[in-house]
């Protein structure tokens, strides 16, 4: 069974920056490609980032490319989404995601489908 726990979300104002963390707990979690989601009021949840189980790849999406960095600690417990520049469209919940069957060296999944454990969310509002 695995348990993710994320938090660092809260209310900042455009250009402001956050950074999330998702705590895992659970075995072989250093085995497990990562990922980040968002769902903002009346949208379907979105990807937004995601890395391999060695940390050596990375994906993001277009909206976010040159603002967010995803990263895992070497004891690969944590994930952390670094956000910069945030803007008024960044707003919604973010949920951390583990993918339990593995993958490849690189591999790196961006459809929600592909993740079997999600965290419960940390909200994320920015002003303008």
């Known amino acids: 069974q695995v348990q993710l726990v994320e938090s660092g979300g809260g209310l900042v104002q455009a250009g402001d920056s956050l950074r999330l963390s998702c705590a895992a707990s659970?075995?072989?979690?250093?085995?497990?490609?990562m990922g980040w989601f968002r769902q903002a009021p009346g949208k379907e949840r979105q990807f937004v980032s995601a890395?391999?189980?060695?940390?050596?790849?990375?994906e993001y999406a277009d909206s976010v490319k040159g603002r967010f960095t995803i990263s895992r600690t070497n004891a690969q417990t944590t994930v952390y989404l670094q956000m910069n520049s945030l803007k008024p469209d960044d707003m919604a919940v973010y949920y951390c995601?583990?993918?339990?069957?593995?993958?490849?060296?690189?591999?790196?999944?961006?459809?929600?489908?592909?993740?079997?454990?999600w965290g419960q969310g940390t909200q994320v509002t920015v002003s303008s």
């Open positions: 890395i391999s189980w060695s940390g050596r790849e990375t």
């Open positions: 659970g075995r072989a979690f250093s085995r497990y490609p």
């Open positions: 995601a583990a993918r339990s069957l593995g993958g490849g060296y690189i591999d790196v999944y961006t459809e929600s489908k592909m993740y079997d454990y």
